[in-house]
């Protein structure tokens, strides 16, 4: 019984050395985004991404509860508006979201944080006028996961758990902006 014991100890570390080596060698840092064309003036669309005071109009989170409980505060659009929020849905969590950069009308960066990870994600939106009544809208987030290796293979599955969010959302900002 010790026998089989240790052997099934040596098996479990073996597997966790292997994880955590794999784990240096994925990329430290994650990329998604997704764009569409809006059928609006670039200064419409930059008034929608430039304030939390709508998002919830157009957020997929939003979406998903309905019943989470939000906070604003700061300035109702620029850089230091900031939106809280609180989920009992493990799909919206625990966090909060502020306008760190704002360079009108092609720039809105915020700053996100989740939960209790002290490390910030960064979400752009970045605006192209095609004409004057079409705007191409990208919207990006970037993290970095340094040495955390757990957050390493989180950013692999990123672009797939993110992307199609980001895809509605991008989707419903565009119909209550042309309507």
Known sequence: MMKILKSLLLIIAAIAIVLIVVGLFLPQKAHVE???TVDAPRDAVFQQVNTFKDYNSWSPWYQRDPNAKYEFTGPES???????WESDNSQVGNGSQEI?????PSHV???????????????VFTLEEIDVQK??????FDADFGYNIMGRYF???MDDMLGPDYEKG??????KIEN
């Open 34 to 36: 997704r764009s569409i």
């Open 78 to 84: 620029g850089v230091g508006a900031k939106m809280a």
């Open 100 to 104: 760190v950069e704002s360079d009108y």
């Open 109 to 123: 960066k915020t700053k996100l944080l989740f939960g209790e990870d002290p490390n910030p994600g960064y979400a």
């Open 135 to 140: 705007t191409k809208l990208t919207w990006s």
């Open 155 to 157: 950013g692999v599955f």
């Open 170 to 175: 991008l989707q419903s900002l565009k119909q």
